[in-house]
């Protein structure tokens, strides 16, 4: 994220404490916020906040620049929380924060941001942003549980439209709807409608770009470690898409390895799974269907952002998405 | 809790979805609340409500429901992310939520209940509310943290002053500091500072007396496995006091049986251990300490409720805080 905006999270983070063992608290609280985030998020919130007509500077901007730091607590304590789920190994290029310092650690920590990240919200004293949090955590959290639970129940009897439901809730919401609205809402503006089916659609593309990049990305420009949603048994398009259409003999191996636990897994059967799905059309297929949610979501927001009081940053704003479905990292 | 207030709390979380997988979420969330927790929170809020003048049925005291309600709706999502980071096994009776739907459900469904706890406390529109709630959930993770990271680096060169300070970040706070000052917001006056030193002496006996029981008291009465913090290596002053003063050989067996994770734990030199314990001066010594401090807090609050509007029901406040200390579950 901008360093302006890290600041602002930081200074709403306790620096400081003569007991060793808080200090190790307090230095978690602002371990992966100091990682270098994109700020995909907040950057979103703020130039839909200015193409609603909030000048930098003013008193409104001041409110969207402490719900922007509210987003990125926001993302940040879920993703502590997301890698012991997932038993993540890495998070941005360094090893996730349960491996540093253990799981119970890391779960009070993520518990502790997330309270801090409530202070932000009500910092911001922007009218509607509560509400707007609020329903934003309970979305995020029922998609975050379709997922979780389908990989607990070894759930793989799915359909497309069970994993686009499942990231509309988990990811759509918090990456793209929220923050245009929050940007409404710093500026005093009721929402359009239209922000949330648009969102939906780019927040799917940006999901399903994610879960390209893990199978396929660059590993140098990629925070994560490439293939880790197999050894985690993420539910994707790709693997949904392949495994309707695989050879009998390579869905049952696939089947097979997913029965196991991440530990239990072999790692030479998954690198064969995984040259499977490389070699298979199934990657290709997902990403049109991102770059068509990414078209279709455009659309709808440009549409949105007809009206809308700065169209200089409303055009900003819609290059910024532009590229969701289409980011090397 | 009461039943009026459960049910306020089971209106602010969803009940029903098509998807047999949120109806799992759902079911999570209303889980720990429904298993009868005693509410000694939320009764000392809405019994402080009433000292300080808030008479049931009027607006103000739907402002202290509300933040009642939220109370307790802390106390279980802490409970829920409680029991993993200590790897309990039963809460109130029956399985620990991570032991019946597996660890990462259990986390999201904590995370999910602290965000509609939020939303309790919004609904509630008390001013200073929020602030208390941030500050509460702050000192309660510091204290947490403490505990967690003393049994994460198997720490037990501790004194019986860093235990107290644990448990008055975080037990202290959120049972008895914070409740009486909701109390008095919820009725528009400001917390007298005579609240805090109370509070936190109220809260170390009432943290005591759970070690004193964990130990020692009635299965049938108290709702966790006792003997379950040896097997979780937890920090008490029984523990520390009876350190400090056990013969060479027991505290070697002691230490070497602390060096190990629960699992690996040996039954037979636990159940000895716990013998050992029971049969030093140091579950009496601790029970002592609890008396005195119920003894210094309790004197501190009559001092601060002296010119409390309601005199009766100030008394029956006093009356709820003398129990802390000799309770039997």
């Known amino acids: 994220m901008r360093p302006d905006l890290l600041d602002r999270v930081l200074s709403l983070l306790p620096a400081r404490s003569k007991r060793p063992e808080l200090q190790l608290l307090f230095d978690m609280l602002r371990d992966y916020p100091q990682r270098g985030g994109k700020g995909i998020r907040s950057e979103l919130l703020l130039a839909s906040a200015r193409a609603h007509g909030v000048t930098p500077g003013s ?6 620049l402490w719900l922007a ?10 993703l502590i929380h997301d890698d012991i789920e997932d038993d993540s190994e890495e998070r941005r290029g360094r090893p996730a924060l349960h491996r540093l310092y253990g799981v119970p650690l890391a779960i009070n920590a993520g518990d502790a941001l997330h309270a801090y990240m409530w202070g932000a919200v009500w910092r911001a004293g922007v009218p509607g942003g509560m509400e707007e949090f609020l329903a934003m955590i309970h979305r995020t ?13 070894r759930e793989w009897n799915l359909t497309e439209a069970d994993y686009l439901e499942m990231v509309r809730l988990k990811t759509a919401h918090y990456t793209v709807v929220v923050p245009l609205r929050l940007g409404a809402l710093a500026a005093g503006i009721a929402p359009q409608d239209a922000f949330t089916p648009a969102g939906l659609a780019l927040g799917a593309a940006f999901q399903i770009r994610d879960d390209v990049l893990n199978l396929a990305g660059d590993p140098l420009k990629y925070g994560k470690e490439i293939g880790g949603d197999l050894l985690e048994g993420k539910r994707t398009l790709i693997v949904l898409h392949w495994l309707a259409r695989a050879p009998e003999e390579q869905r049952r191996v696939f089947l097979e390895q997913m029965r196991r636990n991440r530990p239990d897994k072999d790692p030479a059967a998954i690198a064969e799974i995984h040259r499977w799905l490389l070699e298979s059309g199934s990657v290709r297929y997902a990403q049109d269907y991102a770059d068509a949610q990414a078209r279709e979501g455009l659309e709808l927001l440009e549409e949105a952002l007809r009206s809308a009081p700065d169209q200089e940053a409303a055009r900003e704003l819609q290059g910024g998405v532009r590229e969701l479905a289409t980011r090397e990292a």
Chains 1, 2 share one sequence.
């Not at 008193?59 to 969207?64: F, K, M, S």
């Not at 730091?69 to 879920?78: G, H, I, K």
């Not at 959290?141 to 129940?153: F, I, N, P, T």
């Open 141 to 153: 959290a029922e998609g975050q549980h379709l997922d979780l639970a389908w990989v607990e129940h």
């Open 69 to 78: 730091a509210a987003l990125e607590m926001f993302q940040n304590w879920v």
């Open 59 to 64: 008193e409104r901007w001041e409110g969207a």
